[in-house]
């Protein structure tokens, strides 16, 4: 069992990768698995984006259909933050707009910081620096990072302008410095890193089928190394993938599977579990052997 850093860049693109100088997000690719093929749900915004990456399920189905800090999720959501809970595990995250506190079911979060950028400014190094402290501070078993600078630099200017590439660029080097502060205290062995984009206010990059898609990476202990997965993923496999990084079983009302195909190894319960929700047919409650 990891502990589990996520990282959430919003408004970054698959082909933004090739456009921008990212060193330490090509670092934490060779040292890990780089999935491509990862598909958002509709409507593609932040909030239902992250519902959905957290629950595992559309939003159809979760409720949250915008953007408003109003949103409530349906009760049948089960978010992997109430997962944690459940399990006596630690979570914590690091946010810059008020509109994503439907994330966070009360009573689920031992840390949370909130520095409101008011989608004008870019705090995402403030928001690392924080985070930072807290990780070799506290180690929580799950940390989740927002960083809202990529989107707010390509709503106020465009996708692909030179302040948008600086602003990736500006958040690559937030990974490093992440994993700077990991290893000076000796944590880097204890983390994985997973790093995830959100469409935000961006219309997402296609693929040659026509399809969304946005970068995805696992880096750290137990996932593959140096290996790139160029297959079709949907977003709802994010949280069961993330529960099993954690040890965790993944929640029966959960829509994705394990991916397990990131993974050097899986324990034999994830391994059968992950086999299951391949096959569970759409509505049908998981039932243990």
């Known amino acids: 069992m990891s502990k589990l850093l996520c990282v959430i860049i919003d408004g970054i693109r698959s082909e933004t990768l090739a456009c921008a100088h990212v060193p330490c997000f090509d670092s934490l690719a060779r040292s890990g698995v780089l999935l491509r093929g990862l598909t958002p749900p509709q409507p593609c915004r932040t909030l239902p984006t992250l519902v959905s990456l957290l629950t595992s399920l559309p939003p159809e189905e979760h409720g949250v259909l915008s953007n408003s800090a109003a949103s409530v999720a349906a009760p049948q959501a089960v978010s992997l933050f109430s997962l944690l809970r459940y399990r006596h595990q630690t979570s914590s995250a690091f946010y810059s707009n008020d509109r994503l506190r439907p994330l966070f079911p009360p009573g689920t979060l031992q840390t949370g910081m909130l520095i409101n950028s008011q989608s004008i400014r870019n705090v995402d190094r403030e928001l690392a620096e924080a985070a930072a402290r807290h990780l070799q501070r506290e180690k929580p ?40 502060h990991l290893r000076m205290v000796g944590l880097h062995q204890e983390y994985v890193i997973m790093v995830a984009g959100c469409c935000g206010s961006a219309r997402p990059s296609l693929d040659a089928a026509g399809t969304s898609c946005l970068p995805l990476l696992f880096s750290g202990s137990g996932m593959r190394r140096g290996e790139e997965i160029d297959c079709p993923l949907s977003l709802y496999d994010l949280a069961p993938t993330m529960a099993a990084i954690l040890g965790l079983a993944t929640h029966p009302d959960w829509r994705g599977r394990v991916l397990a195909e990131a993974f050097q190894r899986l324990p034999l319960d994830l391994k059968t579990l992950a086999r299951k929700k391949i096959g569970k047919p759409r509505g049908q409650k998981l039932v243990a052997d």
């Open 141 to 180: 078993d799950y940390c989740l990072l927002y960083l809202e600078g990529p989107d707010i630099a390509g709503t106020h200017f465009g996708y692909g302008s030179d302040p948008y590439l600086e602003s990736v660029e500006q958040a690559d080097g937030v990974l490093g410095l992440l994993q700077e």
